[in-house]
């Protein structure tokens, strides 16, 4: 362990001091970039460039060194004052004004944080699903407002709590209750589980139905983790030992009427109106924790010699690393334009994409998550193992990329969901197809 605001300092260095000054956030910027200069815009690049270039400033200053000794939480305020914990939509309800946002521009930040730290974008990609729904959902109501622009800005970590103990990817057979007061409010019951950002979060969002196992009775709440009745506790995961992922145990939980995003009758459909954000940032996170292993294990590969040369040059080790780079790229290039197509239709129709439109790309959403998670653990595996034993201990990031990559098909709902999304959606296919 290293001392708070000093230079880490490693028990056993297993990687001798050139190669892990090659490996530095700026020469793996270096990389990305030379790969994706000739696919961006240059309204993309030179936003990806700009979120790097804080990024690069930010390590340096504060003297970051990825350690396990950091705490994440500490660098939100920051990025939220940038502008980078989300750029999916332009605020200006709340008075925060971009000159550039939506899907692609989420896309190229996640992109620049993921390879400064997977596990710190990882969160912030957390917060970001709570800020969604309360953007849909305001109906510029002040205490809603409230909450979003601290979001929003890096006051406050967010997270969403769909998950229960008895009840993993079935997030329509809730066992959550809600009962509604006469004065509007809501007293919630029940337990959620692996939420990311919970223990440390300040707004969280909730559902909850007014009749255990029945979808069409859930509503929206807004919750603020101060109040009486919030009991969370962290569920410690040790593949993200940075991040905080809680268990909640909501008794007797009072959610005021104002707090209310979506009353009874109202919560799946909310529910799944997130679902493609919500699978295509996993997708983004994916995809990108793809570059930042492949980032190191090549420019490793281009450094570290065995028998006389470098091992790039080795078929088992260039070829297989060929092989991770076409396929990370290929789905890059896919999901750019699924961002892009989603970014065109946003802005065509107002901000809110008819059901026809939403229905067919929630499909498309979990063809991306589906894809990108399983090629995350592919890509961060390999290169894990093509670095040697330098890939596996914590002297470089590779390990972080591992570690992350082994979660990414469950959470956002896992493998199986999203085969089974997919073949619900081949058979409306066929009924629109076969006369």
């Given at each position: 362990?290293?001392?708070?605001?000093?230079?880490?300092?490693?028990?056993?260095?297993?990687?001798?001091?050139?190669?892990?000054?090659?490996?530095?956030?700026?020469?793996?910027?270096?990389?990305?970039?030379?790969?994706?200069?000739?696919?961006?815009?240059?309204?993309?690049?030179?936003?990806l460039?700009?979120?790097?270039?804080?990024?690069?400033?930010?390590?340096?200053?504060?003297?970051?060194?990825?350690?396990?000794?950091?705490?994440?939480?500490?660098?939100?305020p920051?990025?939220?004052?940038?502008?980078y914990?989300?750029?999916?939509?332009?605020?200006?309800?709340?008075?925060?004004?971009?000159?550039?946002?939506?899907?692609?521009?989420?896309?190229?930040?996640?992109?620049?944080?993921?390879?400064f730290?997977?596990?710190?974008?990882?969160?912030?990609?957390?917060?970001?699903?709570?800020?969604?729904?309360?953007?849909?959902?305001?109906?510029?109501?002040?205490?809603?407002?409230?909450?979003?622009?601290?979001?929003?800005?890096?006051?406050?970590?967010?997270?969403?709590?769909i998950?229960?103990?008895?009840?993993?990817?079935?997030?329509?057979?809730?066992?959550?209750?809600?009962?509604e007061?006469?004065?509007?409010?809501?007293?919630?019951?029940?337990d959620?589980?692996?939420?990311?950002?919970a223990?440390?979060?300040?707004?969280?969002i909730?559902?909850?139905?007014?009749?255990?196992?029945?979808?069409?009775?859930?509503?929206?709440?807004?919750?603020?983790?101060?109040?009486?009745?919030?009991?969370?506790?962290?569920?410690?995961?040790?593949?993200?030992?940075?991040?905080?992922?809680?268990?909640?145990k909501?008794?007797n939980?009072?959610?005021?009427?104002?707090?209310?995003?979506?009353g009874?009758?109202?919560?799946?459909?909310?529910?799944?109106?997130?679902?493609?954000?919500?699978?295509?940032?996993i997708?983004?996170?994916a995809?990108?924790?793809?570059?930042?292993?492949?980032?190191h294990?090549?420019?490793?590969?281009?450094l570290?010699?065995?028998?006389?040369?470098?091992?790039?040059?080795?078929?088992?080790?260039?070829?297989?690393?060929?092989?991770?780079?076409?396929?990370?790229?290929?789905?890059?290039?896919?999901?750019?334009?699924?961002?892009?197509s989603?970014?065109?239709?946003?802005?065509?129709?107002?901000?809110?994409?008819?059901?026809?439109?939403?229905?067919?790309?929630?499909?498309?959403?979990?063809?991306?998550?589906?894809?990108?998670?399983?090629?995350?653990?592919?890509?961060?595996?390999?290169?894990?193992?093509?670095?040697g034993?330098?890939?596996?201990?914590?002297?470089?990031?590779?390990?972080?990329?591992?570690?992350?990559?082994?979660i990414?098909?469950?959470?956002?709902?896992?493998?199986?969901?999203?085969?089974?999304?997919?073949?619900?959606?081949?058979?409306?296919?066929?009924?629109?197809?076969?006369?």
């Amino acid at each position: 362990m290293s001392e708070p605001g000093k230079k880490r300092k490693f028990v056993t260095q297993a990687i001798n001091d050139e190669i892990l000054e090659k490996l530095s956030l700026k020469n793996r910027y270096n990389f990305l970039n030379n790969n994706l200069m000739s696919i961006l815009t240059p309204q993309q690049f030179n936003f990806l460039k700009s979120v790097q270039k804080f990024c690069l400033r930010y390590e340096k200053k504060n003297n970051i060194t990825h350690g396990p000794d950091e705490d994440v939480y500490n660098w939100i305020p920051d990025f939220g004052k940038e502008g980078y914990i989300t750029r999916a939509h332009n605020f200006e309800m709340v008075d925060v004004n971009y000159d550039y946002w939506g899907a692609c521009a989420d896309f190229m930040r996640y992109l620049a944080i993921d390879l400064f730290d997977t596990q710190f974008a990882m969160g912030s990609g957390a917060t970001v699903l709570a800020i969604n729904p309360i953007y849909d959902h305001h109906d510029n109501v002040p205490v809603r407002l409230e909450a979003l622009k601290e979001l929003v800005t890096g006051q406050a970590a967010g997270c969403i709590l769909i998950t229960e103990p008895e009840r993993g990817s079935d997030a329509v057979h809730q066992l959550t209750t809600c009962t509604e007061q006469e004065d509007g409010s809501f007293i919630l019951n029940g337990d959620k589980i692996f939420n990311t950002n919970a223990p440390r979060a300040k707004w969280a969002i909730t559902y909850a139905t007014a009749e255990k196992n029945n979808g069409n009775m859930m509503a929206q709440f807004l919750v603020n983790t101060s109040w009486e009745g919030w009991n969370c506790e962290r569920v410690f995961i040790p593949w993200v030992p940075k991040l905080y992922l809680g268990r909640e145990k909501l008794v007797n939980l009072r959610v005021p009427k104002e707090y209310v995003l979506g009353g009874v009758g109202k919560g799946r459909e909310h529910l799944f109106e997130g679902l493609i954000p919500e699978r295509i940032g996993i997708a983004v996170g994916a995809i990108s924790q793809c570059w930042g292993a492949l980032s190191h294990a090549v420019i490793y590969a281009n450094l570290r010699k065995q028998f006389d040369q470098e091992i790039l040059k080795f078929q088992g080790v260039g070829f297989t690393l060929t092989d991770l780079w076409a396929r990370t790229t290929n789905l890059t290039l896919g999901l750019l334009k699924f961002c892009e197509s989603y970014d065109e239709k946003f802005e065509k129709f107002g901000g809110k994409l008819p059901k026809n439109i939403s229905q067919a790309m929630v499909a498309s959403a979990s063809q991306f998550k589906y894809h990108t998670t399983s090629l995350s653990k592919d890509v961060c595996y390999e290169c894990a193992n093509l670095m040697g034993g330098a890939g596996l201990c914590d002297n470089t990031m590779t390990h972080d990329y591992l570690n992350i990559s082994r979660i990414q098909e469950i959470v956002g709902g896992s493998r199986q969901i999203q085969q089974y999304i997919m073949s619900m959606a081949l058979r409306t296919l066929y009924k629109m197809s076969v006369m």
